[in-house]
């Protein structure tokens, strides 16, 4: 760490860098108090004996706002680590409690979240009924700034992070399919060119995502036209509108294989099989490093290796 932790956590609480990272996170003195449920002039007299114990400027007000200032950011760096290292501390105590109390905060990305980790988080608790697992469904890359702030104890990712702090490992691919409605022409085809697939319309998901930046690519490199009739959000209530404006006839549409099990069994939908497209999407397990050593992390990482009800 930048600063010796010894002589830093020595003269100052927890709780004084907490309320500083709250501060920090939010920008907003009021809004720390409210989500720490004090009096606005409590958080403030936190920052400042924090401010005089290190003899330097935190905050700097810019309007509404306030904005760490360039030794602020430094703090901030370390007060994230001394927290989440206490906060590992905890669990080890639960660890030799044999985790029946505690709790824990699991990050899912869309994809993740609609095809298992719900799943998964509510057998987990059914086998250790006194560990509370808080779900938090986002993208990718608030996740990751999530686990950075120690909002998050850990969470699956669409791609292993970048940032020194945060450790990644492989956990399980997601196949990409091309997902047509039953009755269409092309589900009677053995399989389908490229070329074919791009005279379709298409439902696809909005800029940015992982499905679409594939997608898009893959039709690049044939030079091939790329003309969606529909663009969707696929993070909120997306997928379902997905497959149902594919289900109806509007279009040709691309999900991971375990969100459309359920619909092609039922007849709703048919695969596609697309030989010049070869998609695969691989999910991260991803912790902050304070956190490795945590007895409840491991014990959620090892289950999710292992639970039976995710298809692999």
């Known amino acids: 760490m930048g600063l010796e932790t010894g002589y830093f956590i020595s003269f100052m609480t927890l709780h004084q860098l907490r309320v500083f990272l709250t501060v920090a996170k939010l920008g907003s003195f009021t809004e720390a108090a409210r989500a720490l449920h004090v009096v606005q002039p409590s958080v403030s007299a936190m920052v400042q004996e924090l401010e005089n114990e290190l003899e330097i400027e935190l905050f700097q007000r810019f309007g509404n706002k306030f904005r760490l200032t360039t030794v602020g950011e430094v703090v901030l760096r370390d007060a994230q680590e001394i927290v989440s290292l206490a906060d590992g501390l905890k669990d080890k105590v639960d660890e030799v409690r044999g ?9 899912g990305s869309s994809t993740a979240a609609a095809s298992f980790l719900p799943g998964a988080a509510q ?17 990718s890359n608030v996740l990751e700034k999530k686990l950075l702030e120690g909002d998050l104890d850990l969470a699956i990712l669409g791609w292993p992070s970048r940032y020194s702090m945060l450790a990644s490992e492989p956990y399980r691919e997601e196949e990409i399919v091309v997902i047509a409605p039953p009755n269409h022409p092309l589900t009677k085809k053995r399989s389908v060119p490229l070329e074919l697939l791009s005279k379709e319309p298409l439902v696809i998901q909005e800029r940015g995502s992982n499905i679409r930046d594939g997608v898009e690519k893959s039709f690049a490199e044939k030079r091939l036209p790329f003309m ?11 997928r379902d509108t997905m497959k149902n404006a594919v289900a109806n006839g509007i279009g ?17 939908l048919k695969v596609l099989k697309v030989p010049e497209l070869h998609l695969k999407r691989t999910l991260y397990i991803t912790v902050h490093r304070g956190r490795q050593s945590s007895s409840l992390v491991h014990a959620f990482i090892d289950f999710l290796k292992s639970h039976q009800g995710i298809p692999r």
């Open 228 to 238: 969606p009739v529909l663009e969707v959000d696929i993070q909120f209530g997306g």
């Open 123 to 139: 057998s987990f608790k059914k086998k250790y009924s006194g560990i509370d697992v808080i779900l938090t469904i986002h993208r």
């Open 99 to 107: 985790l029946k109390k505690g709790r824990l905060r699991v990050g």
């Open 252 to 268: 040709i549409g691309f999900l991971f294989k375990s969100l459309v099990v359920a619909d092609i069994e039922a007849g709703r």
